[in-house]
């Protein structure tokens, strides 16, 4: 989910500063970034939590 509003934010960010909007450019590329690294965190998360789990089950 939040991979995919960057995504569209992104693609807000490259249309606006494409038409010379530079401040809703940036607007929105802040945004995108944000919730990037929060996609990040997340799955890194699952991905720690995963490994964690499996150590767990299989031993």
Same mark, same amino acid.
Do not use: D
């Given at each position: 989910?939040?991979?995919?509003? +960057?995504? $569209?934010? /992104?693609? !807000?960010?490259? =249309?606006?500063?494409?038409?010379?909007?530079?401040?809703?450019?940036?607007? @929105?590329?802040?945004? +995108?970034? $944000?919730? /990037?690294? !929060?996609?990040? =965190?997340?799955?890194?998360?699952?991905?720690?939590?995963?490994?964690?789990? @499996?150590?767990?089950?299989?031993?």
């Amino acid at each position: 989910m939040f991979l995919k509003w +960057a995504a $569209i934010f /992104f693609v !807000i960010a490259m =249309a606006a500063g494409a038409m010379g909007f530079g401040g809703v450019a940036q607007g @929105a590329t802040e945004i +995108a970034q $944000i919730l /990037f690294y !929060i996609f990040l =965190a997340i799955c890194g998360t699952f991905i720690v939590a995963g490994i964690l789990l @499996a150590e767990k089950l299989t031993s």
